[in-house]
T-cell receptor, first 112, second 113 residues
Framework: DADVTQTPRNRITKTGKRIMLECSQT?????MYWYRQDPGLGLRLIYY???????NKGEISDGYSVSRQAQAKFSLSLESAIPNQTALYFC???????????FGPGTRLTVL | LAKTTQPISMDSYEGQEVNITCSHN???????ITWYQQFPSQGPRFIIQ???TKVTNEVASLFIPADRKSSTLSLPRVSLSDTAVYYC??????????????FGTGTQLKVEL
């Protein structure tokens, strides 16, 4: 079983709809991250969390919100989706004091 | 945030050594350089991290000169399975806590027979 899972893997929605992307991990890591990936732009950090009570904005947080429901779960929400939020979204985890981030398989979101 | 710049693509042949350079002119004193590999339809996977001079692990080496304005990922004897996108990441800490992470735009490496 994968250590970092994302649901759904693919989602097509319409402009103005509320969307939630979920991330779960079984690695026991305290740090979790949400990125989006666009062609030609690499990965950009949206939000990150060091523990359940710690949420931080990343480079491109406008239009997004997050919730850390438990150490193992970190959700990303688009309150009112717009077409330029069409992208590939990745969740990642990292253990405190370690170098490596572990990425989930990604969620491909299309906003029409 | 330290901006990183990489070549868009590189081609190589099996068995050759591949060196991918990343430029990070405004890297901060406490930034580390990390490289990730990404295959299609998968999340990035950690390769190596370093601060300065040379770091080597079982899959790659990372060279960072004294001025730290660039870094080079070296992949020895590549194979077809090394065909992927490689990302350079400048990673450091913000004053008061928290992380700052900036991924480069990636280098598409294509390995042929």
């Amino acid at each position: 079983d994968a250590d970092v899972t994302q649901t759904p893997r693919n989602r097509i929605t319409k402009t103005g709809k509320r969307i939630m992307l979920e991330c779960s991990q079984t690695k026991g890591h305290d740090r979790m991250y949400w990125y989006r990936q666009d062609p030609g732009l690499g990965l950009r950090l949206i939000y990150y969390s060091f523990d359940v009570k710690d949420i931080n904005k990343g480079e491109i947080s406008d239009g997004y919100s997050v919730s850390r429901q438990a150490q193992a779960k970190f959700s990303l929400s688009l309150e009112s989706a717009i077409p330029n939020q069409t992208a590939l979204y990745f969740c990642a985890t990292r253990d405190r004091g370690r170098d490596e981030q572990f990425f989930g398989p990604g969620t491909r979101l299309t906003v029409l | 945030l330290a901006k990183t710049t990489q070549p868009i693509s590189m081609d190589s042949y099996e068995g050759q050594e591949v060196n991918i350079t990343c430029s990070h002119n405004n890297i901060a004193t406490n930034d580390y350089i990390t490289w990730y590999q990404q295959f299609p339809s998968q999340g990035p996977r950690f390769i190596i991290q370093g601060y300065k001079t040379k770091v080597t692990n079982e899959v790659a080496s990372l060279f960072i000169p004294a001025d730290r304005k660039s870094s080079t990922l070296s992949l020895p004897r590549v194979s077809l399975s090394d065909t992927a996108v490689y990302y350079c990441l400048a990673e450091g800490r913000l004053t008061g806590g928290g992380n700052k992470l900036t991924f480069g735009t990636g280098t598409q490496l294509k390995v042929e027979l």
